[in-house]
């Protein structure tokens, strides 16, 4: 059983910058971030492939967030930049066995407990 453990969320104010890190007690293969705000259904923000060789992202990111991952440390990270208060969430990373899985949040099949990240105007 793969555990995941995200950490970095916090309070920033806009324009600013964040960087979560979510480490996996196990090897895994797929690796994405998703968000979710109270009420409205979880939504994709980033993925990457085992080898970090494909990255898809969300429109709403696209330009300003970074999606890395480490694999001898079996850590992915996110790093947010030109933040806004639409970004308000908890991000929760997700792991899958796959080579990449994309945006579907079905193809994953470890969740971490989410951080929150919350953007001030």
């Known amino acids: 059983q793969v555990q995941l453990v995200e950490s970095g969320g916090g309070l920033v104010q806009a324009g600013g910058s964040l960087r979560l890190s979510c480490a996996a007690s196990?090897?895994?293969?797929?690796r994405a971030w998703f968000r979710q705000v109270p009420g409205k259904e979880r939504e994709f923000v980033a993925a990457?492939?085992?080898?970090?060789?494909?990255?898809l992202y969300a429109s709403s990111v696209k330009g300003r967030f970074t999606i890395s991952r480490d694999n001898a440390k079996n850590t992915v990270y996110l790093q947010m930049n030109s933040l806004k208060p639409e970004d308000t969430a908890v991000y929760s990373c997700?792991?899958?066995?796959?080579?990449?899985?994309?945006?579907?949040?079905?193809?994953?099949?470890?969740w971490g407990q989410g951080t929150q990240v919350t953007v001030s105007s």
């Open positions: 997700a792991a899958g066995h796959y080579d990449y899985s994309g945006s579907a949040s079905q193809e994953y099949g470890y």
């Open positions: 990457i492939s085992w080898n970090g060789g494909r990255t």
């Open positions: 196990g090897r895994t293969f797929s």
